[in-house]
């Protein structure tokens, strides 16, 4: 599947440098989401070209662009019916939490689903949810040395 995108050329350079300074980290938040390598490169390249776009001239954090990815990723979700879309991952540090604690995290985290939409979706109370969620947090920062 090739796209022409036809981008002005002052708008290469923010583009160009968007990627060199956040690709990596961005790869790994999207592949989070979408299990698939292809399509999240492809939604990569959307994204980074999409909040280069919007924001010229603009200050740009990581977490102002991982806000960007995670509103476009529901976008382009094909099922964005108030359903779970948790699968397994090849994710290391969502591989140490257990399955409850992978399906708060990655609904909570990557959806962008909030607490109160998540126990409604499974039936359970909100205080246990938050619960697993403040504990899968505190399981991957202490995998990573945080």
């Not at 981008?7 to 923010?14: E, S, V």
């Not at 959307?46 to 995670?70: D, Y």
């Amino acid at each position: 599947m090739s796209e022409v995108l036809n981008i002005h050329q002052d708008n290469l350079k923010d583009i160009r440098q968007l990627y060199d300074r956040y690709a990596g980290m961005l790869l790994g938040f999207i592949r989070g989401t979408v299990q698939d390598h292809q399509r999240s490169e492809e939604f990569l390249i959307k994204i980074i070209t999409a909040f280069a776009l919007e924001n010229q001239g603009q200050a740009i954090s990581w977490l102002k662009i991982r806000q960007f990815a995670r509103y476009k990723l529901i976008e382009f979700s094909p099922v964005n019916d108030g359903q779970l879309n948790i699968s397994d991952s090849g994710n290391e540090y969502l591989n140490l939490l257990e399955q409850d604690e992978r399906t708060v995290f990655q609904a909570v985290y990557y959806q962008g689903k909030s607490i109160t939409q998540l126990a409604g979706l499974l039936n359970r109370n909100e205080n246990m949810l938050r619960t697993q969620l403040k504990s899968s947090i505190d399981k991957i920062r202490k995998a990573r040395g945080n």
